[in-house]
Nanobody, 123 residues
Framework: HVQLVESGGGSVQAGGSLRLSCAVS????????AGWFRQAPGKEREGVAA???????SYIDSVKGRFTISKDNAKNTLYLQMDSLKPEDSAMYYC??????????????????RGRGTQVTVS
């Protein structure tokens, strides 16, 4: 049984930072593609960051240089460090993981294994 549980969301002023965590169970940490996607009211879901089983990383252009995705294999936990936050980053953030043939950022939002989400609000 695969389970993903996010934590770390909240409200912050523009320019501030938040760190999201995602505890993963039911998947061996070294074998899956994992990432974060977000969805704001009235907007399309978008993949924010992804990392594959060998550590390759990709980001959506709007967060490059501000967000950092990482994974602690020993803890089987995924992180998203978000710095220099902007109001347009406000959304519900979800972590997701799967074993696709190709670990594509654009597919992260469609992974069958995902958490319930954590709200990020930037004012």
């Amino acid at each position: 049984h695969v389970q993903l549980v996010e934590s770390g969301g909240g409200s912050v002023q523009a320019g501030g930072s938040l760190r999201l965590s995602c505890a993963v169970s039911g998947l061996t940490s070294s074998t899956y593609c994992a990432g974060w996607f977000r969805q704001a009211p009235g907007k399309e879901r978008e993949g924010v960051a992804a990392t594959n089983s060998v550590g390759s990383i990709s980001y959506i252009d709007s967060v490059k240089g501000r967000f950092t995705i990482s994974k602690d294999n020993a803890k089987n936990t995924l992180y998203l460090q978000m710095d220099s936050l902007k109001p347009e980053d406000s959304a519900m953030y979800y972590c997701a993981a799967d074993r696709p043939r190709v670990c594509a950022l654009s597919d992260v939002g469609e992974f069958g294994n995902r958490g319930r989400g954590t709200q990020v609000t930037v004012s």
